[in-house]
């Protein structure tokens, strides 16, 4: 019996200890365990447009004759006779190219020269189109192409964002010189101009400056007219010298033409003239005749060129010749400034040099 009890108190002693166990140690908890939180997908940006290689721009130009519309997906339209004006018949071209021409427009220009280099300068654009793509065509109608220096082209945005140039002409010496129509890139060079200096207090309103070509030996030209000659009174003028240019293919109704000196000049006359294709580096001229010749033309008199008719587009045909007092003789063109009269007067005086060593054989001295 005694060791009966003995067992029971032992069992009841375990379990007495296994509670008291129980009771000292912590408890022991599972960490808790951190649900991912999935974060927004950041938005992808979209991915960049490749530009497309187009490869070398290239521009080309033909008549609708010999490139029908019916091989361009679509076609826009320009008139020239915003150029030339109204009532003339001429060719209607087409232009297209192998890349996107943005803002494409018709352009008008004026030659010039800066040292003795023809240069164009941009005078107005027409006709503008926001894109033109490949495929499609710009047409010009009623093109008119007058003398062997271009009077218009074309100018755009390429896809570089570069505003291009290009100048159009009909090639004369076609075909044995290449395709009958041309267009090539002409650079910009406007701003190396001189500019004229405001005489109006500051008051100047114009949008683009005006160029001059200096006052070449004290001579001035001017486009007389109803309300006046212009500069001067013509009761100051002491005597007038006077020409018809009927001559040299004017008729009756052009312009009356003004020149004046500040130098004594000998010799002086209206020459006529053609482009020196001998020299091929830039343009310049060869006289072939002199008229209305003046002995002694002097400060205070005037030269008069009645009925005198712009004949040559963008190329002046005639101008004038002289021998100052040092004995050197001059040639300068006569220009209708086609830019006037956002850029400079009406008319001009340009100064050309004759290439002696580069003349035709044939060529005399026509004075």
């Not at 500040?262 to 020299?279: G, K």
């Amino acid at each position: 019996m005694k060791k009966l009890l003995l067992i029971i108190l032992a069992i009841a002693l375990i379990f007495t200890l296994a509670a008291c166990n129980d009771e000292d140690m912590p408890e022991i908890t599972e960490p808790p365990v951190e649900t991912p939180v999935e974060e927004p997908d950041e938005e992808e940006a979209p991915p960049e447009e490749e530009q497309e290689d187009y490869g070398e721009l290239e521009i080309q130009i033909a008549s609708v004759e010999d490139m029908p519309l019916s091989n361009f997906s679509n076609y826009y339209e320009v008139d020239y006779s915003q150029i030339r004006g109204d009532g003339v018949i001429g060719t209607r071209l087409v232009i297209w190219a192998n890349a996107p021409l943005r803002n494409l427009s018709l352009l008008s220009v004026t030659p010039d020269i800066i040292d003795d280099e023809w240069i164009y300068v941009p005078v107005g654009t027409y006709g503008t189109v926001s894109e033109l793509l490949p495929g499609e065509a710009f047409v010009i109608n009623a093109y008119v192409g007058l003398g062997t220096l271009p009077g218009s082209g074309i100018t755009f945005t390429d896809i570089d964002g570069q505003q291009r140039y290009f100048v159009m002409i009909e090639n004369m010496g076609y075909p044995e010189a290449g395709d009958r129509w041309l267009i090539w890139e002409f650079e910009n060079r406007a701003d190396e101009l001189p500019v004229i200096e405001d005489e109006d207090n500051g008051n100047d309103d114009d949008s683009r400056p005006d160029y001059v070509h200096g006052d070449p030996l004290g001579l001035t030209i001017v486009q007389l007219v109803e309300d006046g000659p212009g500069p001067g009174p013509l009761a100051d003028i002491t005597f007038m010298h006077g020409f018809s240019y009927v001559e040299l293919g004017g008729w009756d109704g052009g312009h009356t033409l003004m020149i004046q000196t500040s130098t004594p000049l000998r010799d002086f006359a209206v020459i006529n003239i053609v482009e020196n294709l001998e020299v091929e580096e830039y343009v310049t001229f060869i006289p072939t005749g002199v008229y209305g010749v003046v002995d002694n033309f002097l400060p205070g008199e005037a030269f008069i060129i009645n009925d005198y008719v712009w004949r040559g587009g963008a190329l002046p045909l005639s101008g004038i010749t002289f021998i100052d007092e040092s004995g050197q003789r001059w040639f300068f063109t006569i220009i209708q400034n086609q830019a006037y009269p956002e850029h400079g007067d009406a008319y001009q005086l340009r100064q050309f040099q004759l290439r002696t060593d580069a003349l035709p054989s044939d060529w005399v001295a026509p004075w």
